[in-house]
């Protein structure tokens, strides 16, 4: 690899994420009377929507106190994630059950609660982040303690103490889903970076999760990884929800589950991952108009989602970081020939010069969907800025291997 082109790149995205995304989220999104972050921005940034996505508050937490470990503390980054991290302390949580709300008013007041168990997850990755990047071990122990508690939970459904009707009923069709796992999997390995404490713990606890995921939705005769699977791994091809493969859950997951093949150095495991982005990849690229599809029928049948082959932000981020992820593995030169033709099409279509930051959605020929939309309750400072840092620190190790 060129070293010009090592360092032109680099610098693209250092620019994207320093001077365009994370100013864009900073001057837009932070509340100052209420604490926190909006995300339900316009193009301009214009707030048209004050309600607040308890994920956000998390995910937001997370990638700003990530930005001060991997990038020096910057005032403005601490004060954000301390923002985020004490809405949700405040306000956020359930005083019943401890279980975190999905949705709340600009003040804090609840307004929906889920049954999936997603804030959370975020609010550990945000205090685990904080507690190494400020030094403070009560958000450690705060990460710690909510850990337990979802494993407790993912063991064994019944002790949640949130008690409502099921989405699904497990006693009509029991299933298994590549979700929590999945996102489980990756508070492991930012639990591990940032707690020495309960390193033990976390490392079982990964092991179990990549276990989870490669025996029940791993699907060995195409090659990827189904949302959701019968209760011992079977493909349900007569329905819809069975046959449903997500590229971008896939491709997120491969890289996920690249990284736990590094930390116990299973090169079994490594070359099984590469096999699953590979074929996520070529199964989600749109060879007409470029970028990845929502979702796939692995059967060519209609899929159910209506937003199947729209072009969302969030995919082709995933297909970024770990296209250069498993090139950085192996060497190979068809994924940096993928990561380029990746992110032609990303900073073409996505990126907005104008105004700053990314279209959160295209439709399949790549146009905006109208009004544009920067952020809402799904999209926010997460995917993008996650990947902007992942992909510049790979290409930062690049340029050091090829001095």
Known sequence: MQKE???????????????DCIPFWLKNGMDSAHNGIYTCLDRKGTLYGTDKSVWFQGRSAWIFAYL?????????????????????????????????????TADGKPLRKRRYYFSET??????????????????????????????DIFHDPAKDPYKITPKFYQETRPTKSLAFPMILLNVCHILLENDPEHQSIYAAAAKELT???????????????????????????????????NPGHSMEAAWFLLRQAQLTQ????????????????????????????????????????????????????????????FYEQTGNELYLDWFKKIDQYAFSHFADPEFGEWYGYLHRDGTPTLPPCKGNLFKGPFHIPRMLIIVERCLNRLALKDH
């Open 5 to 19: 082109w090592i360092y032109s790149i680099q610098k693209k995205y250092a620019d994207a994420l320093l001077t």
């Open 68 to 104: 001060c470990n991997q990038y020096g503390m910057q005032p403005e980054w601490k004060n954000a994630a301390n923002s985020c991290l004490d809405f949700i302390g405040h306000h956020c949580i359930d005083p019943e059950d401890n279980r975190m709300y999905f949705t709340v």
């Open 122 to 151: 975020f609010y550990i990755i945000a205090a685990a982040e904080a507690g190494k990047a400020f030094g403070e071990q009560n958000l450690l122990d705060q990460a710690y303690k909510y850990f337990q508690f979802l494993m």
């Open 211 to 245: 276990d989870e995921i490669l025996r029940f939705s791993f699907n060995t005769e195409y090659n990827v990884l189904f949302e959701t699977t019968g209760k011992n791994g079977e493909f349900l091809r007569d329905i819809s929800s069975g046959r449903t493969v």
């Open 266 to 325: 299973d090169a079994d495991l490594a070359k099984k991952t590469e096999m699953i982005f590979r074929n996520s990849l070529e199964l989600g690229w749109d060879n007409e108009f470029g970028g990845v599809y929502s979702f796939i029928d692995i059967l060519g049948f209609p899929p159910e989602q209506l937003e199947h082959d729209m072009k969302l932000w969030w995919p082709v981020t995933e297909a970024l970081i770990a296209s250069l992820l």
